[in-house]
């Protein structure tokens, strides 16, 4: 007899900001859309993850944090490439799904970013 195990886990569908423009000045649209960077950011694009108590509240807005530089380089590097999975220590970032996922943990998700 033979046994199995299936694993699962569910992404929940979160808005992408990579097409959106990066200002230091909020819009009256959605304050929380936006976040303090250079605007110019000599074309290196930078990855973020929202540090928030509740990644998914929709009351209490993001803490886009940018992931440290060698983080970032990897996954830009899997990014360009294609990739669409990485692993980054105990966390699986899902590239097209931007979301980070614990390994130990698969309900601790967060949302990613990428900003040009």
């Not at 440290?68 to 799904?97: P, W």
């Not at 614990?102 to 040009?116: A, T």
Request: hydrophobic residues 30%; proline residues 7%.
């Amino acid at each position: 007899m033979h046994s199995f195990t299936f694993s699962f886990f569910l992404f929940r569908a979160t808005p992408t900001h990579s097409q959106k423009q990066v200002t230091n000045t909020p819009t009256k649209k959605n304050k929380s859309d936006f976040i303090a960077v250079d605007e110019d950011m000599s074309g290196n694009p930078q990855w973020f993850w929202n540090a928030a108590s509740n990644p998914f509240s929709k009351s209490e807005p993001p803490n886009w944090t940018p992931y440290s530089d060698a983080d970032n380089a990897k996954i830009e590097n899997a990014f360009q490439k294609g990739d669409t999975k990485l692993q980054l220590g105990n966390y699986a970032i899902h590239i097209n799904e931007r979301m980070q996922v614990n390994q130990n943990d698969f309900s601790r998700q967060r949302p990613i970013k990428r900003v040009e």
